[in-house]
C-alpha cells in the first residue's frame, strides 16, 4: 500500500517526471566493501529547495541485506532544519553481507521519494 505513494526514478510519470532530479537522493559510496570495515555513505537531496515552506525535512536510510529473513534493516535517519541545514548526511556503516542501501527522502510538498544502491562485500556474493 504505502509503495503506491513512494516516488522514484523507475516508476515516474506526468507532472512526476519534473520532480525527479531534484526530489530522489543520491547515493555515494563504493560499490565494493571489505566484511566488518566501516566506510562512507553520503546522501544528497541538495538540488532541491531549502526553504522553509518547502523543503526535504528528512532521509531514511535503509539497508537490504542478501539472506536476511526480514527486510530492510533502518540504519539511520537524518532530519533537516530548513534554511539551516541542507539535505546532505555523511553516515558511517558496517556490514557483514552484500545487499543494497535505500534512501527514502521526505520533501514536505512532494512526499516520499526513494532511490537504492547495490553494495558487494568482497568475497561475497
Ligand atoms: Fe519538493
Do not use: Q
Not at 509503495?3 to 547515493?27: D, L, M, Q
Not at 570495515?37 to 515552506?53: A, D, G, R, Y
Not at 518547502?54 to 534493516?73: L, T
Request: proline letters at 5%; a neutral charge.
Amino acid at each position: 500500500m504505502i509503495e503506491n505513494f513512494i516516488y522514484n526514478k523507475e516508476k515516474a510519470e506526468g507532472e512526476i517526471i519534473s520532480k525527479v532530479e531534484t526530489h530522489t537522493p543520491e547515493i555515494i559510496c563504493p560499490n565494493t566493501v571489505k566484511a566488518g570495515e566501516p566506510f562512507e555513505v553520503k546522501i544528497s537531496i541538495t538540488k532541491h529547495p531549502n526553504k522553509l515552506e518547502h523543503s526535504i525535512r528528512y532521509v531514511d536510510i535503509f539497508f537490504v541485506e542478501k539472506g536476511r529473513a526480514f527486510n530492510p534493516v533502518k540504519v539511520a535517519k537524518v532530519k533537516f532544519t530548513p534554511e539551516y541545514a541542507e539535505a546532505e548526511a555523511v553516515i558511517k556503516l558496517k556490514i557483514e553481507k552484500s545487499g543494497k542501501i535505500i534512501a527514502l527522502a521526505y520533501c514536505n510538498k512532494h512526499g516520499l521519494w526513494e532511490s537504492f544502491k547495490e553494495i558487494k562485500v568482497e568475497g561475497g556474493e
